[in-house]
């Protein structure tokens, strides 16, 4: 059986062959790397650490990931001791997330601090996002902010949209909608789909820029070129939607608002469902169709959405598209008033007496 050392490199020299690199070449530069490392090198520990946590990530499983995650944090160690920004924050990062070494929330803020103190970006984002969220440390709008304009500064995408997201929401700051566009486009324009989203709802209700739809439905769109099956694709799609619905900077038109909004639902986003199911419900860009209404609603309503649960409700108490039945009725109101629907609440009592 071959060292975990030898399939590594074999490893990277096919890796370097698909590449279409010299793979002689890259195994000999691994080999220099690897040699300067032994010699107590802090940017070659660091270097060869990366090679091996970047393999172990990507082409690597079971045992042998774990032993490459290994040496990795043994080496990220070593040149982090040696005061090497980017081995601490890489160390920090493992011990935040358990990787080659058990995981340890108060290490890994003790080492994204040292990293961070010497300017790394990545650990004063990191460090900046746990102040902000509390994660395994007391919240600190302040330190947050302090942080994320350090990382902003240096051009992270990542603090540009989290430095926006503080001035939107007044946060430790005074709310200023005029600086939260600022940092927003900054990110937006690095392609953070987060900012270009926030960009999005900015323009579309006027805040801090004057109201412009057109503006909205372009970062919108940039959003699904970027990443066209995910969350936020479907977001943003939802949200083009709600343009054509209602006749915003567009020419109103249901046909695309409903093409756009089963766009949407398809990914699974639950607002999209109900409003297909609000389209055949009322006929908009279909035909009405009260069982497909209730077809999408029912999704929406697994999801746990109110308005879904409620028009469940409306559904069943009226005998629309499936039998008549009070206590299915009473049973959908209900679980709209659970989802915060103050009139399922009103309902539910109703139906109950």
Request: aromatic share 16%; hydrophobic share 35%; glycine share 10%.
């Amino acid at each position: 059986m071959y060292p975990l050392k030898e399939i590594f490199v074999y490893k990277l020299m096919i890796l370097g062959f698909s590449l279409g690199l010299v793979t002689s070449t890259l195994a000999a530069d691994f080999q220099t790397t690897e040699t300067l490392a032994e010699q107590e090198i802090a940017s070659a520990q660091n270097e060869v650490a990366d090679m091996y946590y970047d393999s172990a990530s990507q082409y690597y499983s079971g045992i042998e990931r774990l032993s490459l995650f290994k040496q990795a944090f043994d080496l990220y160690q070593k040149a982090a001791n040696q005061g090497n920004a980017e081995a601490q924050y890489s160390l920090g990062y493992m011990y935040d997330y358990g990787k080659g070494v058990i995981k340890n929330p108060v290490e890994a803020i003790r080492w994204y601090q040292k990293a961070a103190d010497q300017g790394d970006v990545s650990a004063q984002t990191s460090l900046g996002f746990k102040y902000y969220y509390a994660e395994d440390i007391a919240q600190d709008y302040r330190k947050a902010f302090e942080l994320y304009k350090k990382a902003a500064e240096q051009g992270s995408a990542s603090a540009q949209d989290s430095l926006g997201t503080m001035y939107h929401k007044g946060q430790s700051v005074k709310q200023d909608y005029s600086k939260a566009i600022d940092w927003y486009r900054k990110s937006a324009d690095q392609g953070y789909v987060g900012a270009q989203a926030s960009l999005a709802g900015m323009y579309k209700r006027g805040e801090g820029v004057k109201q412009d739809y057109i503006a909205a439905l372009k970062w919108y769109k940039k959003i699904i070129e970027a990443e066209e099956d995910s969350r936020s694709a479907a977001l943003a799609q939802y949200n083009i939607g709600q343009l054509y619905f209602y006749g915003h900077g567009v020419k109103q038109d249901y046909s695309k608002a409903m093409d756009w909004y089963r766009k949407s639902a398809d990914q699974g986003f639950d607002m999209a469902q109900h409003s297909v199911g609000q389209m055949y419900f009322y006929g908009h860009g279909v035909e009405q169709d009260y069982v497909k209404s209730i077809e999408w609603d029912r999704k929406a309503a697994r999801q746990n959405n109110g308005l879904a649960q409620f028009n469940l409700g409306v559904m069943y108490h009226g005998g629309r598209g499936v039998r008549y039945s009070l206590f299915e009725a009473r049973e959908w109101y209900g679980k709209a008033c659970d989802s915060g629907i103050q009139e399922g609440c009103d309902r539910y009592r109703a139906l109950s007496q």
